[in-house]
């Protein structure tokens, strides 16, 4: 009786859970925005920061005047150097990916904090237009000093380099007269039949 009552149950859950999953696809476009930048210390000492924002349609239907536009960069820190900080699109098809790159230059030094990319598109059964929004930032260290790195000293292995090799070769030669040599083992045991 109380399997019975499981294996009811658990069909109860799966109608459910198949349920709720084609009503929750339905027929329109689920954006995914994926937002990313890296930093290029220039040889001049000024730092570029190159942004990369891909749009993917996981939606089964197509999104239609898809815009994107990120206003997270402040004029006073930061230059467009190359590419748009907007951009649009008549369609985003389903299973569809669109990509917007730019390069900044930064003016001034410090911690950023990037904000979502702001995405907006249309859906034929709504006359509202909808709004995505994309992954935020990790914060940026613009111009940040970085120290420089400490490099292998090689004036100490030229001092020492010496007393180092007749430490390990004489570790060597020990650890060879104690280790028992296997071709030995094999004479011992046929000596003994």
Same mark, same amino acid.
């Given at each position: 009786?109380?399997?019975?009552?499981?294996?009811?149950?658990?069909?109860?859950?799966?109608?459910?859970?198949?349920?709720?999953?084609?009503?929750?696809?339905?027929?329109?476009?689920?954006?995914?925005?994926?937002?990313?930048?890296?930093?290029?210390?220039?040889?001049?000492?000024?730092? &570029?920061?190159?942004?990369?924002?891909?749009?993917?349609?996981?939606?089964?239907?197509?999104?239609?005047?898809?815009?994107?536009?990120?206003?997270?960069?402040?004029?006073?820190?930061?230059?467009?150097?190359?590419?748009?900080?907007?951009?649009?699109?008549? $369609?985003?098809?389903?299973?569809?990916?669109?990509?917007? %790159?730019?390069?900044?230059?930064?003016?001034?030094?410090?911690?950023?904090?990037?904000?979502?990319?702001?995405?907006?598109? &249309?859906?034929?059964?709504?006359?509202?237009?909808?709004?995505?929004?994309?992954?935020?930032?990790?914060?940026?260290?613009?111009?940040?000093?970085?120290?420089?790195?400490?490099?292998?000293?090689?004036?100490?292995?030229?001092?020492?380099?010496?007393?180092? %090799?007749?430490?390990?070769?004489?570790?060597?030669?020990?650890?060879?007269?104690?280790?028992?040599?296997?071709?030995?083992?094999? $004479?011992?045991? $046929?000596?003994? &039949?």
């Amino acid at each position: 009786m109380a399997k019975l009552k499981a294996n009811l149950l658990l069909n109860a859950f799966i109608a459910l859970f198949l349920i709720s999953t084609a009503t929750a696809a339905g027929e329109s476009p689920f954006i995914i925005a994926h937002k990313k930048a890296s930093l290029t210390r220039l040889k001049s000492g000024a730092e &570029r920061v190159s942004v990369s924002i891909d749009i993917y349609n996981q939606g089964f239907s197509t999104a239609y005047d898809v815009s994107l536009v990120d206003h997270s960069w402040p004029q006073d820190a930061f230059d467009v150097i190359s590419g748009n900080i907007s951009q649009s699109w008549e $369609k985003l098809d389903a299973g569809g990916v669109l990509s917007l %790159s730019f390069e900044l230059e930064a003016k001034r030094q410090g911690m950023f904090y990037g904000a979502p990319a702001v995405i907006t598109f &249309r859906i034929p059964t709504k006359a509202a237009p909808q709004e995505a929004y994309s992954t935020s930032l990790l914060p940026l260290d613009i111009l940040a000093e970085i120290p420089p790195e400490k490099k292998f000293d090689w004036r100490l292995l030229a001092k020492y380099g010496s007393q180092i %090799s007749v430490i390990s070769i004489v570790a060597l030669f020990v650890y060879l007269l104690v280790t028992p040599s296997k071709s030995s083992g094999v $004479k011992a045991s $046929k000596k003994k &039949r």
